[in-house]
């Protein structure tokens, strides 16, 4: 599969916006701090996350390491905090900062 179709699988927070601005959409929303990783932007946020992101953004190649908190089934979706999980928040604030 080309990259710019695996591209197009990823979100679209407006899949029925308008079609020229399809592209600053999906990027916008599956972009990270370190880049553009086609596969992990597909994790979906958690409070309770099977796994956890990390990245050496010092030194290129830019690498996204993911790395489960526990054993996860086979067909269990593997989720993660878009949120860091050293910052302790109560329900309300995570929910406050997920809304952005």
Known sequence: MSSLLLFFYLNDPDPNGDLAKRSQ????NNVTNWGLYVVTS???????????WSSDDDHPPF???VRA???IQ????MTVS???????????????????
């Open 69 to 71: 908190l526990r054993d």
């Open 63 to 65: 690498l996204l390491e």
């Open 74 to 77: 086979a067909g269990e979706e």
């Open 82 to 100: 878009y949120l860091r999980v050293s910052e302790f928040r109560s329900k309300v604030k995570r929910q406050e900062a997920l809304k952005v």
């Open 42 to 52: 597909r994790l979906n946020h958690s409070c309770q996350p099977t796994v956890v």
């Open 25 to 28: 959409r999906i990027y916008g």
